[in-house]
C-alpha cells in the first residue's frame, strides 16, 4: 500500500511538472525574444548576443511613461470618488427607510446585468456631449458609481446590529460596554465618537482592559475585582450609567449591567 502511494506521488508530481514547463515556455519564449536581435527572433534555435535594441525601441516609439500615468491618475480618481460614493449610498440603502427604497436599490442592481461593451458607445456619446471626449475625466467619469460597491457596503452595513448603531448614539451621556473582545472594542470607539461623555469598560482580561483604555474607555474594571453596579453608581454620583451594552451574554453580566442603569437607562 506504501509503495502504490509513493509511486502515485511520483506520476502526480511528474505530471505537475511536465504542465509547469508547457505552462512556462510562452513566458521564456517572450523573455528571449526581447533579448534577441530581430533578425533572429524568429529562428528558434538561434544563439546570440542579449542586446537592448527591442526595449529601447518599444519605449522610443510608444510613450509608456505617460500610458503609466493616466492609468494611475485615473485609477487614484476612480477609487476615491468610489469609496465617497458607494460608502454614501450602500449607508442609505442599508439604514435609511425611505419610500420606494427597495424599488430604487433592485433599479440600481439592475446596471449589473447590463454588459460593459454595451455601455461603449452611450458612455462615448455622452461624453461628447459634455465635452470630456478625449480626456482623462471622460474616461474615469463613468466609473466613479459602482453597483457592486455599494452592494457589498450594504451588506457590510447590514451585518453591524442596529441596536449597536443606536446605543453609539449617545451624545452627552455615559454608556457602559461589558466584554472587551473585537465587538466590545467598536462599540467603546463608536461612543466616544458619537460624543459619550463618560465610557465604562469591564471585562475579566486586564489585558483586553488596557486595549479599551487606549480605545478611548474613560474608566476600566475587572468583573472580577470590584463591585460593578457600586462603582458605576459613585462614578455617576448615584444616577447609573444611561446605556449598557452587553457583549458576553452571560446571564450574571446581564444582570450586573442591568443594576448598573439609570430609571431611564436603556439595555443593549
Known amino acids: ?65 505617460q500610458y503609466y500615468g493616466n492609468t494611475i491618475f485615473i485609477t487614484v480618481l476612480v477609487l476615491g470618488v468610489q469609496l465617497v460614493l458607494v460608502t454614501f449610498a450602500g449607508y442609505a440603502f442599508a439604514r435609511l427607510d425611505f419610500y420606494g427604497s427597495r424599488v430604487l436599490f433592485v433599479i440600481f442592481l439592475a446596471q449589473m446585468m447590463i454588459a460593459p461593451e454595451v455601455l461603449i458607445l452611450p458612455n462615448y456619446s455622452l461624453m461628447v456631449k459634455l465635452g470630456l471626449n478625449d480626456t482623462r475625466l471622460g474616461i474615469a467619469l463613468p466609473f466613479f458609481a459602482s453597483a457592486m460597491g455599494t452592494l457589498i457596503v450594504r451588506q457590510t452595513i447590514k451585518t453591524i446590529p442596529i441596536e449597536l448603531e ?22 467603546i470607539s463608536a461612543c466616544k465618537t458619537f ?69 431611564a437607562g436603556r439595555m443593549v
Open 195 to 263: 460624543g459619550a461623555t463618560k465610557v465604562f469598560a469591564c471585562d475579566l482580561l486586564d489585558s483586553r482592559l488596557a486595549i479599551a483604555k487606549d480605545m478611548g474607555a474613560d474608566y476600566v474594571f475587572n468583573s472580577a475585582q470590584v463591585d460593578l453596579p457600586a462603582e458605576i453608581l459613585r462614578l455617576t454620583g448615584g444616577l447609573g450609567a444611561d446605556a449598557a451594552i452587553d457583549i458576553t451574554g452571560a446571564q450574571a453580566a446581564i444582570n450586573a449591567d442591568l443594576k448598573c442603569l439609570r430609571a
Open 166 to 187: 443606536e446605543a453609539a448614539q449617545v451624545e452627552g451621556k455615559t454608556v457602559l460596554v461589558s466584554g472587551c473582545g473585537p465587538i466590545g472594542m467598536t462599540a
Open 1 to 65: 500500500m506504501i509503495k502504490n502511494r509513493k509511486l502515485g506521488t511520483i506520476c502526480y508530481q511528474t505530471i505537475m511538472w511536465l504542465l509547469l514547463v508547457l505552462c512556462m515556455i510562452p513566458l521564456i519564449w517572450v523573455v528571449r525574444t526581447a533579448f534577441m536581435p530581430t533578425a533572429k527572433a524568429l529562428d528558434l534555435f538561434a544563439v546570440a548576443i542579449p542586446t537592448m535594441d527591442n526595449i529601447r525601441h518599444v519605449f522610443e516609439t510608444v510613450p509608456f511613461l
